[in-house]
């Protein structure tokens, strides 16, 4: 461990550091912490010159690096002495409390006014009684927009008005509120309903001033979302202007995707028809019944026996011609339903949505007729890395880390940058030279606009044990009730050798069911459903680590689900995690046609769509046992190809494994050491 000291800012100079940690950052770090590990030290310097160089830096970090102290105590520290601003972006609101815990004690240990904000979506924050308790599919931010601009809303009238005096009104309303940075978002939520204002308004007007903005993926890489939130009250922030950080980043490829997909299917259009109608809106109601009549005809491609199939981008040209003045109509006709019908919510607005969305697609987008119940035209975009370029070859610097980012090579293609270190010649030549006279040493080469770096895990290597079993496989070709037998029974003998829980991955809820029937294992099992709430999970995962406390239970989860990921457990909560087969993602329209767009794009098609995403999950999954330095524990991954070399590149360098046919006697002897 290294000292650090917490009353003054850490100051990395050469002074403190000695020997092969010796460097100069030639910026101040506030970070909060009086101890820090070797390779955290090495990250924390490394993001600080990545953010002070201008640079885009993909981390594979593990777990035990400290990812949110050691890249926000830079990013801010730089953000602060700069005039720029932090974003911290998280997959999932339950990810931004310790972001925000790590500015406030910077806060206090360095007695800074770093202001930070809670963001969350609009939806989530909504106080007005009837939006935030309707259950919507889709149609809430039209329904909001629709208030706002009826000015039906008193919560936006109290906090933005509309005539000068509302606005000098709001200003007064406002002011108990505008500056209360540094509090969780329930805290806004609650005081912005006792005071009837629109907590989304108000915290987005507050970005103008604050140095940290802990928000979605979304909130950066979304343009619309993006434009509504760096311009609101004229703040006009650029995002040269942005220190981006970007959590959990082996994400962001499938969520750009995501935010920019969109579907409607044949009883939303009846719907929308008979709005139409019963608004006597007939020319409405023939645009919309033709949409129909297309629809159907479209779903000729699919037969008895397929339930999808890829149409052309020319068979949606029907539905994208809607988007000129026919649209308008709709519009209209969607308003006057819901005034009609005193509603803030239509399916009207469902197929504009639609249609905007489906004009916003450009290139290498998956257009594909499915039977969901109802026939269904689904819009995927196949390529995030426009969207992705677009933001970070703009922002002042950005951080991707994870710590499952590997190949890193891969998130560099992915995400449109990687070819960004050769058109920056230019810029290499003057940074090369201030470096030089500054005799700095960095550990990456400076010559790089994206640099990728892999971290070691910080843990001690003795406290994990990792063992690839080959006896057994989930391949589809393999797949048979000997097989499962075979599974179940090796995983019932390692079961039986661990002193304390287990989780059991499986790749699919589907061979959870086949192979679960056949454990014999007497420890109590608890099992993650297919269609679990919020407060099911939970409560799942508490009686779980009760368990662990105790003799140790069973629970069986699938790899790549909620469970496997974003979810700790520390100490005794977990001791060993069983990966059953390899997590491949369903063989389908999709995952075929983004196959064949990275061949296309980067002849790697099945490393890029199949193979590199199903190890990822794997090493996700099995990163649940050792979540602190003292944990100890083992992962087995159960199945013969895992250790597979075309593989290799998708284990982190420092992963060490064991291979054998009897884990049951390594697990058992590894717990037997002392
Ligand atoms: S303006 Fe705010 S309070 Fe009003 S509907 Fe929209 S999100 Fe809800």
Redesign the pocket.
Known sequence: MMMLTSNTPANYSTKRLKGKARFSLLMKVYFPYDRVRAEQQEFVKDTAAAVREKKIFLAHAPTGLGKTVSTLAPALSYAIENDKKVFFLTPKISQHEIVLETAKLMNSRFGLDIRAIDLVG??Q????PF??NASFSVGFYE???K??KDKL????TN?KGYTPNQKAEATRNKRGLIHSYNHHYSFIKEQCALHEL????LTVEMIKNAHLIIGDYSHIFHDDIREGILNANGAKIKLEDIVLVVDEAHNLPERIRDMLSTRIDFSTIEKAQKEAKNIGDFEVEEIVKDLGKELMNLGKKLTLETSEAKIDEKDIQFFKKIGGEELTKVEEASEKFMAKHKTENCFLSSIIEFIYTLLKQKQHTLYMIERKGSLTIGVYPLDPSEAARTVLTQVHSAVMMSGTLLPLEMYSDVLGINKLNSEEKKEIISAEKIIANQKDELLHNTKQKVILKQYKSPFPRENRLNLFVDSTTTKYTSRSNEQYKLIAESVDKIIAKVPGNTIVFFPSFELMHNISTMLRTRRQILKQEREMSQDQKTKLIHNFKLLGSSFGGVLLAVSGGSIAEGIDFPGDNLSCAIIVGVPFGRMNTYTNSLISFYQFKFNKGWEYAYNAPAISKAVQAAGRVIRTETDKGVCVFLDERFGELRFKNYYPRDFEYKKTNTPEKDVEEFFGKK
């Open positions: 609009r939806r924050m909504c106080v007005d939006l935030s329904a909001c927009n208030k706002k809303c008193k919560y936006y906090t629109c907590p989304y308004e």
